[in-house]
């Protein structure tokens, strides 16, 4: 197979059908010279979490000599799909991506079933009932997270009810509807919050991940709701947002209300440093070296797990603080 650099494709060049004349022309079952060619096909660049994990993908690739076709659907499924089939159709050796939503892949990866190319689901799952259609799903247990996330808030209910009112009431900026982390994190955490009656969730909508939709949701929850003790953010970026929210309606993140957060990159750990966030469960984003070794393993041919979970931990302020210099991502 001919070495090529690595390509950033966005979606406009998708759309533009600049893909479609670079087939290779030789098998999809590995290469002779040994270098492997994957077509990854990212969810965009939403957060700080994709940001990391994007680079941890695009590194581990070039250190490996794996020659890596990227895209970055921006966030829709369209786009997603699109990239996977004009990696069919350039004949990759392997397909990997992280599904914007869980369900609507079938079709595509039938395709890149009948044209034997292997796929390997990364950080988020798929909503299937043909197990055949991918070999591999490598990420996070979401569950587990906002199981994490809810214990935090039972074990600190006391503390948590701000207006001591005797109820804590919890507003939760959810991620990408449809999206296995926010339909997970949100199963999570409100399987552990219903052991404490005092923990209600009064308020829940989606802010898509970001830093601008957690602001936006934020405002807007800050006007309808009466006594918001606890935010419950899916991902450290809408719980920044949701700082600036509350900041500009003068109350104290952290202390006025509680802020809880998944993910620990870097700003999020200095905003919990600080006191602003309260709680973080991590979510590791550095998947690209777990990712490449599994693509060597299975175009090898040797048998890998259905499932690959990595290992998270949570912080807490001053878990915070002492790690943050040191933090990769
Ligand atoms: O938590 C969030 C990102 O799928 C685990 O997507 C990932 C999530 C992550 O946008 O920040």
Redesign the pocket.
């Known amino acids: 197979m001919v070495k090529k650099t690595l390509v950033a494709l966005s979606a406009i060049a998708l759309g533009a059908g600049t893909l479609s004349a670079c087939g290779g022309g030789d098998s999809a079952s590995g290469s002779d010279d040994g270098a492997i060619t994957m077509g990854f096909a990212q969810?965009g660049a939403?957060?700080?979490?994709?940001t990391a994990n994007s680079a941890s993908i695009q590194d581990t690739a070039e250190a490996e000599g794996i020659e890596l076709k990227f895209s970055d659907a921006q966030q829709k499924q369209e786009n997603q799909i699109k990239a996977i089939r004009s990696y069919i159709q350039q004949d990759v050796d392997i397909i990997s991506f992280?599904p914007v939503v869980e369900t609507g892949w079938d079709a595509v990866l039938q395709e890149a079933k009948r044209a034997g190319i292997p796929v390997i689901l990364t950080?988020?799952a798929v909503d299937t009932d043909d197990e055949s259609l991918y070999v591999t799903f490598l990420?996070?247990d979401?569950v587990a997270e906002g199981e994490k996330a809810g214990q935090w808030l039972v074990d600190n209910a006391a503390d948590s009810d701000v207006d001591g009112d005797g109820d804590v009431n919890v507003v939760e900026l959810q991620?990408t509807t449809g999206?296995?982390?926010a339909i997970d994190r949100k199963e999570g955490f409100e399987s552990v919050i219903s052991s404490d009656p005092s923990i209600s969730i009064s308020a829940s909508q989606t802010g898509d991940?970001t830093r601008d939709g957690g602001k936006q949701v934020m405002e807007a929850f800050l006007q309808s709701e009466e006594g918001i003790d606890v935010v419950y953010a899916?991902?450290?970026?809408m719980g920044l947002g949701a700082i600036e929210a509350i900041e500009a309606a003068g109350l104290v993140p952290g202390e006025d209300i509680k802020i809880i957060t998944?993910?620990a990159v870097r700003d999020g750990m200095a905003a919990l440093a600080e006191g602003k966030i309260n709680f973080i469960v991590e979510?590791n984003?550095l998947l690209g070296p777990q990712l490449m070794e599994l693509a060597q393993q299975v175009l090898d041919g040797e048998e890998v797990p259905r499932r690959v979970v990595t290992e998270e931990t949570t912080f807490t302020q001053e878990q915070a603080a002492e790690v943050l210099e040191s933090r990769e991502y």
């Open positions: 969810v939403e957060s700080g979490w994709r992280s950080d988020r990420g996070s979401f991620g999206a296995a982390p991940f899916h991902n450290d970026d998944v993910d979510c984003p």
